[in-house]
């Protein structure tokens, strides 16, 4: 099923919540909707759901307006962050619900019901857990069967409302990893929210990017990773470097080091910032005129294959984090306090407006 939102607004008292947003989800995709709390991205969810009404604006399913259909008029499944799973119910039975509770005349008979409940329990790879209760099992196994549970009824739509946020780090990689597998075989349309944009960039088809009730930008992972359209999906999607200056006909000029901007022709003695990723920087030893930025080593961690180096401009500037491998780390034998110069292998630069 393919969706999408026209022009949807809604306040909550003197707070816009989401001023004026379209979008579209493709059908058959999974798409993330990303940014921080209080950006809009749970009530955008709640309201393709049929869970809260927009104050203006339509929800398209397949090209038909679904704003006035009741929530169980609109064939979607939930998977929300605390499972929600009926603790008096065992496994079988929390899956099994939405199909015994189908009017008489749709409901599928006692044995479809148990051959549907096996096949979910074979799908998220639980079906030895059947007549476990949710206290007795692991936030990771609680998810799945939530997941199954919004599967039973077969949904045209997928909607997860933080799905992974309440586990810890190691279980919601395997879990996001598990998810997108599952997806690929299922091929649901899928609404995923998350502020976690590791987590984004690993399991979705296309990354929507909120902050302030707004979009800021869509695309795929890659596309708005390594193209991002304003300083706050740069910020937003890892950590980065600013580097403040003027920029002038296509020059970023900042501690007293030039950098090609020329996307930024037109633009004549304006503030600009340029974005860096850390892995973006070169480090070398400090030489007498050496080219580049002069910092100070603060400090390195050096587990793994990366080292991290915190790194203290001259000017009394932000510090800068720089990311090389262990490798050039160990041929550098590089001490806190020593000085070297950096050089950014590639700038972003944004102009204020």
């Known amino acids: 099923m393919a969706i999408e939102v026209k022009n949807i607004s809604k ?3 003197n707070f816009a919540a989401l001023d004026d947003v379209s979008l579209k989800f493709p059908a058959g995709e999974l798409t993330a909707l990303l940014g921080p709390s209080g950006c809009g991205k749970t009530t955008l969810l709640r309201i393709i759901a049929g869970l809260e009404q927009q104050d203006v604006g339509q929800v398209l399913l397949d090209g038909e307006d679904a704003s006035d259909r009741h ?3 609109r ?11 009926f603790k008096h ?3 079988f039975e929390n899956i099994a619900f939405g199909l015994r509770v189908k009017p008489r005349n749709i409901r599928p008979s006692e044995a479809k019901i148990r051959e549907k409940v096996k096949q979910l329990l074979e799908l998220v790879q639980l079906d030895w857990l059947a007549d476990r209760f949710p206290s007795q099992l692991s936030g990771g196994q609680r998810q799945r069967i939530a997941l199954a549970r919004a599967l039973a009824v077969e949904p045209r739509v997928l ?3 933080e799905p992974f946020g309440a586990l810890d780090a190691k279980v919601r990689k395997e879990l996001r990893r598990w998810l997108r597998r599952l997806h690929d075989d299922l091929q649901v349309t899928s609404i995923f929210v998350t502020h976690d944009q590791e987590e984004a960039l690993e399991v979705a088809d296309q990354v929507v990017l909120m902050n302030k009730g707004k979009v800021e930008q869509i695309g795929a992972p890659k ?4 193209h991002p359209a304003s300083p706050f999906v740069y910020g937003f999607l890892g950590n980065v470097n600013l580097f403040r200056g ?3 006909q296509g020059v970023l000029e900042t501690a007293g080091v030039a950098f090609d901007a020329p996307e930024h ?3 004549f003695d304006a503030e600009g910032t340029g974005f860096v990723r850390p892995h973006e920087i070169e480090v070398d030893r400090y030489a007498t005129g050496a080219e580049g930025i002069v910092v100070q080593l603060r400090r390195a961690h050096a587990i793994g294959p990366l080292a991290q180096l915190e790194l203290e401009r001259d000017d009394n500037a932000e510090m800068i984090e720089a990311v090389i491998t262990s490798e050039r780390f160990a041929q550098l034998k590089l001490q806190d306090g020593e000085t070297l110069v950096i050089r950014p292998k590639r700038v972003h630069v944004f102009v204020e407006k």
């Open 11 to 13: 306040r909550f008292a």
């Open 71 to 73: 929530v169980r008029e």
């Open 75 to 85: 064939q979607v499944g939930f998977v929300f962050q605390h499972y929600a799973l």
């Open 89 to 91: 119910m065992n496994v």
């Open 159 to 161: 909607l997860l409302d």
């Open 223 to 226: 596309e708005v990773y390594n």
């Open 246 to 248: 003027r920029v002038h």
């Open 265 to 267: 022709a037109q633009a």
